[in-house]
């Protein structure tokens, strides 16, 4: 079965950087377009950037985080990332990756991060 993992969360410092990791399985994930999207609590789930099936040279992103979030992903180890720098307060949130497979949207269990000094 599809089975999305993220890790890589945590607490950084403002300004600091991280890298969110998502592990796939189940499906073929080099043919499937990957997102992330991030919730707190109280609001709704908030698009982030997706990453497109095959290379991954086609990406797309919420324009608040443009410039300082790059979405990647390697197909040998069925992963895609999200790294973040520049990190600020109002970036604390739930992470989540997803993808759409046999026309069911699947999300991850959420990594956590925590921006404070």
């Known amino acids: 079965q599809v089975q999305l993992v993220e890790s890589g969360g945590g607490l950084v410092q403002p300004g600091g950087s991280l890298r969110l990791s998502c592990s796939a399985s189940?499906?073929?994930?080099?043919?499937?377009?990957m997102t992330w999207y991030r919730q707190t609590p109280g609001k709704e789930r908030e698009y982030l950037a997706t990453?497109?099936?095959?290379?991954?040279?086609?990406?797309t992103y919420q324009e608040s985080v443009k410039g300082r979030f790059t979405i990647s992903r390697d197909n040998a180890k069925n992963t895609v990332y999200l790294q973040m720098n520049s990190l600020k307060p109002e970036d604390t949130a739930m992470y989540y990756c997803?993808?759409?497979?046999?026309?069911?949207?699947?999300w991850g269990q959420g990594t956590q991060v925590t921006v404070s000094s």
């Open positions: 997803t993808c759409w497979v046999r026309r069911k949207h699947y």
């Open positions: 189940g499906f073929i994930f080099s043919d499937t377009a």
């Open positions: 990453i497109f099936s095959g290379s991954g040279s086609t990406t």
